[in-house]
T-cell receptor
Framework: EAGVAQSPRYKIIEKRQSVAFWCNPI?????LYWYQQILGQGPKLLIQ????????DSQLPKDRFSAERLKGVDSTLKIQPAKLEDSAVYLC??????????FGPGTRLTVL | AQSVTQLGSHVSVSEGALVLLRCNYS??????LFWYVQYPNQGLQLLLK??????LVKGINGFEAEFKKSETSFHLTKPSAHMSEAAEYLC????????????FGSGTQLTVLP
C-alpha cells in the first residue's frame, strides 16, 4: 500500500514570495490534515478536511495561507506572501476515519 | 482543550540500556494517546497507540507504553536501546470530542551512545 506522498521535499524562497505544497493521501482515506512543524517543536494542526469539506481551519493564518481539496483526494497548501517565520516542515497526514493518522515525509520550507 | 508535556527535550542513553521517555497529558475527556518516531528528513511513524482496553500497550520494535489515568501519563519504554533508534520521539493526544485532531508534545530527541 502506497503511503502519503508530498512534494516538493524541499523549497527555498525569499520572503514575500508565494509557494505551494502538494499532498496525495493514502487511497480511500477520507480525512486529510496539514500540520506545521517549526524546528524544535511538535507539529501543529493547520487544517483538517473530510472529503472535500473543511472540518477545522481555526489555526490556519488565513491572511496568507490557503488550502483546498477540490475532488476530495489530493490537496494543495499555499502561502502567499511568505514570511520568515513560515520556515518549517509542512506535514500532510491522512486517516480512514479511525484514530490513526499516517504521515507523509513532509516539505521543508526555508524562507530567506 | 488538550495538551501534552514531554519532560526532557533531550535524553541520552547507552546502547543496551533502558529507554524511558516521559509524556504527561491534559484532557477533560477520555484520551486517545500516541507515540510517533521521526527520523531526520522523514515523516512521522506510528510506534504505538492507546484507545481503550488494556492500559499496557505494545508497539513496534519492542517499545511499550502504559496509560496511567491517575497520573495522566503515557511514558514510553524499551528495555534495551539500539543505535538505530536515535531519533525524535513525539507524544500526542486526541479524543472523539476533538474530531480526532492530534495535539503533540514538543518532542524528545533520543541519543544512543556506543
Amino acid at each position: 500500500e502506497a503511503g502519503v506522498a508530498q512534494s516538493p521535499r524541499y523549497k527555498i524562497i525569499e520572503k514575500r514570495q508565494s509557494v505551494a505544497f502538494w499532498c496525495n493521501p493514502i487511497s480511500g482515506h477520507a480525512t486529510l490534515y496539514w500540520y506545521q512543524q517549526i524546528l524544535g517543536q511538535g507539529p501543529k494542526l493547520l487544517i483538517q478536511f473530510q472529503n472535500n469539506g473543511v472540518v477545522d481551519d481555526s489555526q490556519l493564518p488565513k491572511d496568507r495561507f490557503s488550502a483546498e481539496r477540490l475532488k476530495g483526494v489530493d490537496s494543495t497548501l499555499k502561502i502567499q506572501p511568505a514570511k520568515l517565520e513560515d520556515s518549517a516542515v509542512y506535514l500532510c497526514a491522512s486517516s480512514l476515519g479511525s484514530d490513526t493518522q499516517y504521515f507523509g515525509p513532509g516539505t521543508r520550507l526555508t524562507v530567506l | 482543550a488538550q495538551s501534552v508535556t514531554q519532560l526532557g527535550s533531550h535524553v541520552s542513553v547507552s546502547e543496551g540500556a533502558l529507554v524511558l521517555l516521559r509524556c504527561n497529558y491534559s484532557s477533560s475527556v477520555p484520551p486517545y494517546l500516541f507515540w510517533y518516531v521521526q527520523y531526520p528528513n522523514q515523516g512521522l511513524q506510528l510506534l504505538l497507540k492507546y484507545t481503550t482496553g488494556a492500559t499496557l500497550v505494545k508497539g513496534i520494535n519492542g517499545f511499550e507504553a502504559e496509560f496511567k489515568k491517575s497520573e495522566t501519563s503515557f511514558h514510553l519504554t524499551k528495555p534495551s536501546a539500539h543505535m538505530s533508534e536515535a531519533a525524535e520521539y513525539l507524544c500526542a493526544v486526541t479524543s472523539d470530542e476533538s474530531a480526532r485532531q492530534l495535539t503533540f508534545g514538543s518532542g524528545t530527541q533520543l541519543t544512543v551512545l556506543p
